[in-house]
């Protein structure tokens, strides 16, 4: 590939489902689009490849809805464990019923084709190794690629590097890891139950001492023939979580094997995630950190598709609302008025999983009889990041009262906070 240095409208770090989304976004608004990424397409990520009925409807905004879900359907969550389970379908919603599953090896090369395809520039193998300001502007970025170094001016810069996001530290990004944060490990096995129509979570997880773990463990069919099985456990400074995710991963594996008719857990991948939006400095004045990068997580269950896609087109709303805005505020402030109060609530309920007599307790009244035929549908639902400021029955009103009170309590939890420069 021939490469010199050039400008354009926007410029996005990192081909995730987040990056990927906002290139084709951009794409479409007119906006000439440059896309790059560490890695060659296909690559892998770490993730539990779950996609949400509200990732679906992202899916379906950018016209890949049906590619993706041709393959594989799931009807909601099955959640197991304290000698009970729950069967969770998709709520009828905003969001529609339809959920699948795909392997990020999959589901990151289709979007980064579709971007193609619609006339994003992408560069693979590309690290953005440099930055130049002009005065609080981010001016250039410098890129190594094909062996050469490019230094690319744009003028708005869409950062969705990920989880560890070493590009938006350059930019002043800090992860507060005060607060409570994920830690997880994935693996694929084939199984004769890869064609099962429902997520399962496994929410009483123990290791081989039969200490019960602040996390869960999952199994998502594919309909490949395999599924994605992992395990998360939910860390704080104070508390954190001492267990081996790939040592526990097998364990878990080995428990399910007879049920799922399991082969033996393969490319075994493990994660740090940061969560509920606990970053500072997400934004400056013409450019944004987007989902993972800037903690878009759901603290309940690691789950980040949807809000990564969700942040993707919300920025570039914002690229087309017209030139000269500064985000350095605004973004923070789009992102806490769309997810603050349900992240700090989220936290703040994770943060309690973290206490080791907590699960014990609450979990046998969750998942067996009456109280749990009634509160785990609604936790799924919770799970599935389903609950939307315009849905008013009882579950979506006492979610949005808890997390006023949370946030008013919790004034001073870091939440995208902002350093102007």
Known sequence: MSVQNQHVDVLVIGAGPTGSTAALHAAESGFETLLIDAAEFPRDKTCGDGLTPRAVNQLQKLGLADEVTSSHRNRGLKLHGYGGSVTAPWPEGHYGTVGSAMPRTLFDALLVAAAVQRGVQLWEGATATGVEFDGARLDRVRISVAGREVEVTAKYVLVADGVRSTFGKLLGRRWHRGEVYGIAARSYCSSTRSDDEWMHSHVELRDADDVVQPGYGWIFPLGNGDVNLGLGALSTEERPAKINTKKLLHFYADQQRTDWGLGQPREVASALLPMGGAVSNVAGRNWMLLGDAAACVNALNGEGIDYGMETAEMA????????????????????????GEAFLLARTAARLLTY????????????????????????????????????????ARLWRTAGRVVSGVRKDSPLWDATPV
């Open 316 to 339: 570039v709303n914002l690229l087309d609302a017209g030139s000269g805005r500064d985000f350095t505020l605004l973004w923070p402030e789009v992102l806490r008025a769309h997810y």
């Open 356 to 395: 080791p007599a907590f699960l014990p307790l609450v979990g046998p009244l969750g998942l067996r009889g009456p109280v749990g035929a009634t509160l785990m549908p609604a936790a799924a639902r919770l799970m599935g990041n389903l609950i939307t400021d315009a849905d008013r029955d009882l579950m």
